[in-house]
């Protein structure tokens, strides 16, 4: 593989030298092209492995240092080691397009000293050997490629007569055309759908964006129907958010790209999409958000993950997941202007989400939209910014509050009971209603249960005084020891443990019969039906936390938001 590098002239010459070395130490060293390059510094290519230093000095003697140049061309050289040793390298590399006489390279080679970095010619040989290891930069010269070229266009109308595989053929030679002619620092992945073309960038390097950077203009016209589109826009472009941006044609007046000439211009009638991306080190850093009401006592500290850093024009943009990413926040706050006003959002999903996770999240929703707040921001624990709550811009969804106690309940249900299930997508009202109950049973109060609004005992036969005191119309305290107390949501089913069931004021309804099967002696098997004088329905206790009181005063209220709990005693001892 063959170059004729005199032939290329000073700039491309050092170009393409930079790229192969480029190319070559891509991913092992790390390469530099320092200040001062071509001011006969003595350095033009930086390379750096571990505590290895190699320099590339570039001279562009096209036709050697001999005859009537000698003497100058060979003080530029010795002056260049000279200032090249004084950064102590371990190899110091002479490029040159041509190969050396004898003469030339006995002069480099005694350059060397004792305790002096290792000197190595890299002639004409040398390069050739380089460019024979990327064939896609000597490609890019447009030496020996016109008739490959001319040969893989032609067959692009040939028949597919091996169908897939000529298909696969043509585009991996296509690809490779593409990759190996365009550019030595970008290639091109291309697809076609629905008899649309799309191509992608692919940079060769670690540093192509800088090395050979691209660079877009964006020309647009706003109308008042793209209000939102416009401050979706800014916040990408003047904060760095990460939220994709699609500009539609009609709001695209041009498109200018700058950069490698296979892709400069000018283009007109397109859509622009704008994804961005942070490459910031911090990605996955934990941050907390701590929310402190006006006297600045603490109402909640969580903490997230960083999802995304982001700089624009006037400032940055932080966006923090919290819970597995089922609510986020976005930050956007100007680096300089006080004046630029903090902008909090957020957004949030209850998909697929375990109770005390929705807890949180619904509770960050609502201290994000309290008044009068503050929320300070932490990094790693370090204190990053605060900001102060103004009147809430969004109302919040008056579901959220019902969704919100459901998931509280059912926090502390499957702790108790162990048991472990995201909240459901649906609830009825009376699985509300069952699952409050178990909550406060659990909490160890005294709760009716509407499943209880009468019990039915069967005598067994004794004729006693404090029976027939009950059929005659004295109410009575009662206290039964119940089974489990079971309930279900969904197709989940939950058990609190065993109850007692009690009222301070139980009394028979429709005791006739039973009076009457007592009096004949026929009591046995005798059915009889209670119901609760103090409340509708009776209360219930868990048996692991009773308590005197419990028994004796008025049970804890449902307090369920939406729903109404009747309070008041149907007393059914009446006809």
């Known amino acids: 593989m063959e170059v004729d590098w005199p032939r290329l002239g000073r700039d491309k010459f050092d170009y393409v030298v930079e790229a192969l070395v480029r190319r070559q130490w891509d991913g092992l060293a790390n390469v530099t092209i320092p200040d001062g390059r071509g001011g006969d510094e003595g350095i033009d290519i930086e390379v750096r492995r571990g505590d290895h230093l190699s320099i590339y000095q570039l001279k562009f003697f096209e036709d050697g240092f001999s005859g009537d140049r000698k003497t100058t061309r060979r003080r530029q050289i010795r002056n260049s080691y000279i200032r ?14 041509t190969k050396l006489t004898p003469g030339e390279r006995q002069f480099v080679e005694d350059l060397q000293e004792q305790g002096g970095p290792e000197v190595v010619v890299f002639d004409r040989v040398e390069l050739n050997n380089l460019m024979i290891n990327f064939p896609d930069v000597y490609n890019y010269l447009g030496r020996d ?105 009609d709001v695209v007046h041009s498109l200018k790209i700058d950069g490698p000439d296979f892709i400069a211009g000018t283009e007109t009638n397109v859509s622009v999409q704008l994804n961005p991306h942070s490459s910031s080190p911090h990605i996955g850093a934990s941050v907390q958000f701590q929310f402190d009401d006006e006297e600045g ?37 100007a680096f300089t202007d006080t004046t630029e006003p903090i902008e909090v959002t957020s957004k949030f999903h209850l998909r697929k989400i375990s109770p005390s996770d929705a807890v949180g999240v619904i509770d960050i929703a609502y201290l994000l939209r309290a008044p009068a707040g503050t929320l300070k921001v932490f990094f790693e624990d370090d204190f990053l910014m605060s900001m102060t709550h103004d009147s809430p811009t969004t109302r919040i969804d008056p579901d959220l509050e019902i969704i919100r106690s459901i998931a509280d309940d059912l926090a502390v249900v499957q702790r108790h009971c162990k048991q472990v299930f995201n909240l459901p997508d649906t609830v009825t009202a009376k699985e509300r209603i069952d699952l409050r109950v178990a909550r406060l049973l659990v909490d160890g109060h005294a709760v009716e249960s509407p499943d209880l609004s009468r019990i039915t005992l069967t005598l067994n ?77 009776f209360r219930c206790i868990l048996a692991t936390k009773e308590e005197p009181a419990l028994f004796r005063d008025p049970p804890t209220p449902w307090n369920l938001p939406g729903i109404d709990q009747p309070l008041t005693p149907i007393d059914r001892s009446k006809p």
Not at 186 to 208: C, H, M
Request: no cysteine.
């Open 145 to 249: 490629q016109m008739e490959a070229n001319a040969v893989l266009f032609g067959r692009e109308t040939d028949s597919l007569f091996n169908g897939i595989a000529d298909l696969s053929e043509r585009t991996l030679a296509l690809g490779r055309l593409a990759d190996s002619s365009v550019d030595p620092y970008w290639g091109i992945d291309f697809t076609r759908t629905d008899g649309v073309f799309s191509y992608e960038l692919a940079p060769k390097t670690a540093d192509s964006h800088t090395k050979s950077p691209i660079r877009f203009t964006v020309t647009t016209r706003f109308g008042p129907e793209q209000a939102e589109l416009a401050k979706a826009l800014r916040a990408t472009i003047d904060f760095g958010s990460s939220d994709p941006v699609l500009l539609p044609a």
């Open 297 to 333: 006592n603490n109402r909640g500290r969580y903490e997230g993950t960083v999802t995304h850093i982001g700089n624009g024009g006037i400032g940055g943009a932080l966006e923090v997941d919290f819970f597995n990413g089922h609510h986020t926040v976005r930050i956007l706050h």
């Open 84 to 97: 090249a040793t004084a950064l102590q390298p371990d190899k110091w590399l002479l490029v040159v397009p």
């Open 461 to 537: 036969g004794d004729d006693t005084p404090e029976l027939r005191d009950a059929l005659t119309g004295a109410r009575q305290s009662l206290r039964l020891e119940g089974t489990s107390y079971e309930f279900s949501i969904g197709r989940k089913k939950l058990d609190v443990g065993q109850v007692f069931i009690s009222d301070p004021e139980t009394y028979v309804i429709d005791p006739s019969p039973a009076l009457e099967a007592l009096d004949k002696n026929e009591a046995e098997d005798t059915k009889i039906e209670l119901a609760p004088g103090t409340t509708r329905y």
